[in-house]
Nanobody, 124 residues
Framework: QVQLVESGGGLVQAGGSLRLSCVPS????????MGWYRQAPGKQRELVAG????????????NYADSVKGRFTISRDNNKNTVYLQMNSLKPEDTAVYYC?????????????WGQGTQVTVSS
């Protein structure tokens, strides 16, 4: 069973930065999309940023929630099978548990995995 290992969450003051990382416990080939979601208390889980498969080492097309455009950057390193979320100019409303998600195919079958979540807390 594939597990996603997340790291990089923590407590930061408003205006600060954090970088989240997510790597599968085993090598996954044919990854389609990788993304970051978040869930704040009392709210539904929402997509923060996603990235599709790209070139041999990195790249892919990206999409962002309107609330984070211009502040967050998602990237992936295919050689390391890792996805990152660089979060700058953090705001208190960014406080949430952030979850990594990976979607991949093996033949005709599709698979999806979630990380355990990492807490991001932004103080005002």
């Amino acid at each position: 069973q594939v597990q996603l290992v997340e790291s990089g969450g923590g407590l930061v003051q408003a205006g600060g930065s954090l970088r989240l990382s997510c790597v599968p416990s085993v090598r996954i080939f044919s990854i389609n999309t990788m993304g970051w979601y978040r869930q704040a208390p009392g709210k539904q889980r929402e997509l923060v940023a996603g990235i599709t498969s790209g070139g041999m080492t990195s790249g892919g097309s990206t999409n962002y929630a309107d609330s984070v455009k211009g502040r967050f950057t998602i990237s992936r390193d295919n050689n390391k099978n890792t996805v990152y979320l660089q979060m700058n100019s953090l705001k208190p409303e960014d406080t949430a548990v952030y979850y990594c998600n990976v979607h991949w195919r093996v033949g005709a079958s599709e698979y999806n995995a979630w990380g355990q979540g990492t807490q991001v807390t932004v103080s005002s």
